[in-house]
């Protein structure tokens, strides 16, 4: 088996203190260098096309939203999980680029909506395909059994830190 940083880490830990089990640092320290890892690569993709993961994420989240591609600022709120002066800010943002705009909410005159522009959703499906194809090459040394396998261990792990959280 190939050694990697983590290994190097943990083994140092299992010597200095042997006394303590360090697998779950082992876990948790390869999820968050993976993280970091995928983030440098999906980063370099966005920049490609003059946006960042939080731009994009909007942007996606309008494009996954379907025709119309419009969305309440409460709902990109609910599906980015990010705070309201930050949406604030990225809207603010993607609107000065012409990649969104805001509509008055045709149910409620007191509110608005966000779309995507002409312009943001030719830029998203775009930036979506090249995302596609980075995150397909930062995977593609795993064999398909193994990726479908990694996903069902990441899904448990996710069920059981929510559980442990709860």
């Not at 800010?89 to 008055?104: D, F, Y």
């Not at 005159?109 to 090249?130: H, P, W, Y």
Request: hydrophobic share 45%; glycine share 6%.
């Amino acid at each position: 088996m190939c050694m990697d940083h983590v290994d190097f880490i943990t083994e140092q830990w299992a010597r200095e203190r042997p006394d303590l089990d360090v697998n779950a640092m082992g876990i948790i320290g390869r999820v968050a260098r993976l993280y970091l890892s995928y983030q440098a690569g999906m980063q370099a993709t966005f920049a490609r096309f003059g946006l960042n993961a939080a731009k994009f994420d909007v942007l996606a989240t309008l494009r996954r939203a379907g025709a119309p591609y419009r969305l309440s600022p409460g709902n990109l709120l609910e599906a980015t999980m990010v705070t309201s002066g930050t949406m604030t800010n990225r809207i603010s943002r993607l609107e000065s680029e012409g990649l969104v705009q805001r509509q008055i909410n045709p149910d409620d005159s007191r509110s608005f909506l966000i779309e995507l522009s002409a312009e943001g959703l030719d830029l998203i499906d775009q930036v979506l395909e090249a995302h596609v194809a980075t995150q397909e090459t930062l995977l593609a040394a795993m064999p398909r059994a193994e990726r479908e396998a990694f996903q069902v261990l990441l899904s448990r792990a996710q069920i059981a830190v929510d559980q442990a959280l709860d």
